[in-house]
């Protein structure tokens, strides 16, 4: 499968942002999907993931009650809605898919190494 994200930019702080990661090749509906980003100088770090049925959403601690992840099977696509944007929320953001079949916990899904695909960075700047 390719990832192409899309919706990154300038934003001042408080604002908003949503980014896309359209997928194409097998069975979008299939795969786990999940947010990372890196900002400069620091480790990749997980920001959020859904399921497969998109019934259950996980985020990090950082962004939660601000940033909402949500998937469009029909379009091959996952979202991440950025609101009450902070400084700190600077980085490249990346979309990955995981194509595990069958259950796995909530730990499962915050790990980078589990992912088998992942797209192209981007970049996110929020200006104070």
């Known amino acids: 499968v390719q990832l192409q994200a899309s919706g990154g930019g300038l934003a001042q702080a408080g604002g908003s942002l949503r980014l896309s990661c359209a997928a194409s090749?097998?069975?979008?509906?299939?795969?786990?999907m999940g947010w990372f980003r890196q900002a400069p100088g620091k480790e990749r770090e997980f920001v959020a993931a859904?399921?497969?049925?998109?019934?259950?959403?996980y985020y990090s601690d950082s962004v939660k009650g601000r940033f909402t992840i949500s998937r469009d099977d029909a379009k091959n696509t996952v979202y991440l809605q950025m609101n009450s944007l902070k400084s700190e929320d600077t980085a490249v953001y990346s979309c990955?898919?995981?194509?595990?079949?069958?259950?796995?916990?909530?730990?499962?899904?915050?790990?980078?190494?589990?992912?088998?695909?992942w797209g192209q960075g981007t970049l996110v700047t929020v200006s104070s």
């Open positions: 990955a898919a995981d194509a595990r079949v069958g259950t796995v916990n909530s730990a499962y899904y915050r790990r980078a190494r589990e992912y088998d695909y």
């Open positions: 090749g097998r069975t979008f509906s299939s795969y786990i």
């Open positions: 859904i399921s497969r049925s998109g019934g259950d959403t």
